[in-house]
């Protein structure tokens, strides 16, 4: 955008008139992070920017198959929040003509901010982290899947004859080209996109950027990635794990932290080397993550399909612990020039504005108190005999959904980093949801018990 000295509400009017817009998509993201919003015409653009535009506070209340948690204060009688555009998160929507997309503050009738609204809780751990004298740039890396729904109605993965093979990316070329190319229209960019383990498996790694932009970024890569693929005649999913056999799909978080000159906060000292990589402050700020591994776990793995894929020696970590180079525990140190950590348990049914303020407000409480996080750990943890395992203080993460979620409602740092709104809402909805999963009747029930 040019520097022009106009408010940026006005440099944005600016822009949507030289571009051409006529229809706005006001969006904010539900508390399972579904994308959600409104159509706004050209006249409604100023009085949108000034005010915003109203939603139902009882849209949050309601989990992943639109029903309503039975205890959550969203009913009915809760009021209106605000969505009020961000003009840092604008961008053309290229998918359709004159159109675009506004990522937006959810905001009180005046104007102030809501306590209810993921992405200001993620924008307060920023703030936490700038009074430190630090700053974060984070990259998300989702997987997921391409599929063809089958004559049963059933979803059948779209072979892509070998693991990360270029006949793999050939299959999908004209379409994974064309996610690309509308991802960087809309300012989202991306370090490369790849096939994956699993059949029809890709991962997307966006580019780092600050953290509310990270998690926007997220959002649109999905969307995209979804109606592109429509468009295909095929699905594509995020799924944690949509097939029993075939490998789950994460979304990796990758974190770096920066001084006030501009310089990496993470690389170590070369007259005091750790084993790590990492400096005083990110050791502190990796000690913090790991001491509320299992709430981060939690909420970046919510759902009862996520626990189908954080399974010992699945690729996927079960562990708590962290390991240079290693894929197989909670956090990874990747090799390189750039000292970064990757948190490795999250998966695309968090909501991402959520999961990375857990993640910031654990670094912070880091930093402040000092935690050392010990020695990296050596091996393949998902093969290692529980007995060692116990030997070297090695916990694992949470088994299940309902322990995750417990695990959650323990950690008063979280309630601290989410507010007290998001954070008692959010567990009534991803608990309503699994309360739900737990009266169905599964056609491996039927298989194997029907004839008892």
Known sequence: MKETGQAPDKQLLDRLSDEGIEHLWVAYTDYNGRTQGKSIPRSRFASTFQKGISFARANLGHNVLDSGAPDTIFGADSGDFFAVPDPAAYAPFPLFPATGRVY??????????????????????VDALADLGFSAQVAYEPEGYIFRIGPDGEPAPIDPRGMFTLDGLEQHADLLHR?????????VGLEQIATEYGPGQFEVNIRHANPIKAADDLLTVRDVTHALARREGVVASFMPKPFDTAAGSGLHVHLSL???DGGSAMAQDAANPHPSGLSAAGRAFLGGILRHAPALAGIGSPTVNSYKRLLPGSWAPAHAAYAVSNRSPFVRIP???????????????????????????A????????IDPGLPTEGDLGHMPTEELAARGIAMLPRTAAQALAAVECDPLMREALGPVVFDEWLKVKRSEAALYDTVVSPWERRAYLRT
């Open 179 to 187: 996610i690309s190319d509308t991802l960087e229209q809309m300012n």
């Open 335 to 361: 090799s390189g020039s750039r000292p970064r950590i990757e948190v490795r348990s999250g998966d695309n049914t968090t909501n991402p504005y959520i999961f990375l303020a857990a993640i910031l407000a």
């Open 104 to 125: 937006c503050w959810m905001r009180q009738e005046g104007g102030e901010p809501w306590e209810g609204d993921p992405r200001w809780q993620l924008q307060r751990q």
């Open 363 to 370: 670094g912070i409480a880091g930093i402040q108190e000092g």
């Open 258 to 260: 920066w001084d006030r």
